[in-house]
């Protein structure tokens, strides 16, 4: 029974920051999974924000390098995703996404239920 749980969003200006937080429970082993938080803003596709392998490689969608920064504690089976210098253009709600495919190819992946951001002045 795996549960993904995204915490941190809310209103903020133009500039402001939010940390993003995704909690994972009912994983025999949090390490294994690769780890992404994707967004879906009104009328656009859901898209891969940034993401964080296993290993701890990360990669980002081209509009946020340099603002968004992913990271993971193990320990505490949660990704977190720091956003600096927030746009009106990232208003979404943002997902937490679990996937443990690299190891086991006949697993599902998982979501979370998501988080409203609204950058707005």
């Known amino acids: 029974q795996v549960q993904l749980v995204e915490s941190g969003g809310g209103l903020v200006q133009p500039g402001g920051s939010l940390r993003l937080s995704c909690v994972a429970s009912?994983?025999?082993?949090?390490?294994?999974?690769?780890m992404g938080w994707y967004r879906q803003a009104p009328g656009k596709q859901r898209e891969l924000v940034a993401r964080i392998s296993s290993g701890g490689i990360t990669d980002y969608v081209n509009s946020v390098k340099g603002r968004f920064t992913i990271s993971r504690d193990n320990a505490k089976n949660t990704v977190y995703l720091q956003m600096n210098s927030l746009e009106p253009e990232d208003t979404a709600v943002y997902y937490c996404n679990a996937d443990a495919r690299t190891y086991y190819p006949r697993e599902k992946d998982y979501w979370g239920q998501g988080t409203q951001v609204t950058v707005s002045s």
């Open positions: 009912g994983m025999f082993i949090f390490r294994i999974y690769d």
